[in-house]
């Protein structure tokens, strides 16, 4: 068996959000495999690695660059040590002509800039300002066809940007669709998608998640009856990935069979059935609600997802468009925090 370190257990418990002694149980049945120990977590409902981001510690600025005629938007991320030499000067200097240099120029990736003159001057600012900073990560989109739209936007406080691309079937109706991609990008800041589609996540990624989110409800709802509160649903499943015509035929037909035993007259099923088993699919995509940009509830009409908002935005318009990219940024979002003595903090409590 392998043996368990303090700093094994501290490197899992960063990584999931895990309380300790589960991180131990977790390495302990893994035999010390860190990869087993967190999907064993995960399977019983303990791990919360989707709250990683509350916990970073990275600081820092978002450049943002937009063109006058929407034709095109860069955001980039540059991290510093404290919030302090952020909020210095000279810093924000070094943003904004970084962002500059990287929207006139478009550097393949970080190395690229690094490499070039400009890479020259960012080390010499860096060294002035007297702390470690580095280009974290940048991105540009472009409108180069008279039928994309783009806009985008950042937050009032420079950490979170968002940029927003959309296809549409003409120019009048791309032109048009501007002010409502940026309602999108403000939404996407706020609500914080990683993914563009359901269709994008990874059938095992999707799998993984659904046993851990049902351990998770179980648990919950243990201590919701001990308290004597209502119970949270318990769904099949997570994501429209999941929902086959197999299974939207199985819910139709469960809820048809419901109807029945209730003695629900047949003629009046037709008004009934539709609103139930777009309760099922809604209660059973918390996945997509939570991470997919285009199946999120829109912040500024709930009846609507983001895709239904921008499609009848561009049927006002007399015309039809879909979102085909986005990127956002927030400062340190993923960057694990570092504890001072927290491995002297684990070995006390295991020994």
């Given amino acids: 068996m392998a043996d368990i370190t303090a700093a094994m257990v501290k490197e899992l418990r960063q990584a999931t959000d895990a309380p300790m002694m589960d991180c131990k149980k977790a390495l302990v049945e893994s035999d010390g495999d860190m990869q087993k120990a967190t999907e064993w977590l995960k399977e019983r409902g303990i791990a919360q690695s989707a709250k990683k981001a509350d916990r970073v510690a990275a600081e820092g600025l978002v450049g943002f660059k937009l063109a006058d005629d929407f034709s095109q938007a860069t955001i980039v991320e540059i991290n510093s040590e404290t919030d302090f030499v952020a909020q210095n000067e000279g810093f924000k200097n070094l943003v904004l002509k970084t962002t500059e240099e990287i929207y006139s120029n478009s550097p393949a990736d ?15 600012s860096v060294a002035k300002i007297g702390e470690k900073i580095d280009v974290r990560r940048f991105a540009t989109l472009k409108a180069d066809d008279e039928t994309v739209a783009l806009n985008g936007y950042i937050h009032s406080n420079n950490r979170i940007a968002v940029i927003v691309l959309a296809k549409c079937d003409s120019k009048k109706t791309a032109e048009g669709l501007v002010p409502t991609l940026k309602n999108i990008a403000m939404h996407a800041s706020a609500m914080k998608p990683t993914t563009l589609s359901y269709k994008d996540f990874d059938s095992e990624f999707v799998e993984s998640e659904t046993k851990g989110r049902i351990e998770a409800l179980k648990k919950e709802n243990e201590e919701l009856a001990r308290l004597k509160k209502p119970l949270k649903n318990i769904p099949q499943f997570i994501s429209m990935m999941q929902l086959t015509d197999e299974v939207l035929a199985q819910a139709e037909a469960d809820i048809k069979a419901a109807l029945k035993e209730q003695n629900k007259p047949e003629a009046i099923w037709d008004k009934i059935v539709p609103g139930q ?22 912040v500024l009409d709930d009846k609507l997802t983001v895709a239904q908002a921008v499609e009848k935005a ?15 940024f927030e400062v340190g979002e993923g960057i694990e925090k570092k504890v001072d003595d927290f491995a002297a903090e684990v070995a006390a409590q295991m020994s």
């Avoid at 049927?315 to 990127?327: Q, S, Y």
Wanted: glycine share 6%.
């Fill in 314 to 328: 561009a049927k006002d318009l007399g015309g039809t468009a879909e979102i085909v990219d986005f990127v956002r």
């Fill in 110 to 124: 970080v190395d690229s800039l690094k490499a070039t003159s400009f890479g020259s001057y960012f080390a010499e």
């Fill in 277 to 298: 088993l777009a309760r099922f699919i809604d209660d059973n995509t918390t996945l997509d609600k939570e991470q997919a940009l285009l199946d999120q509830t829109y």
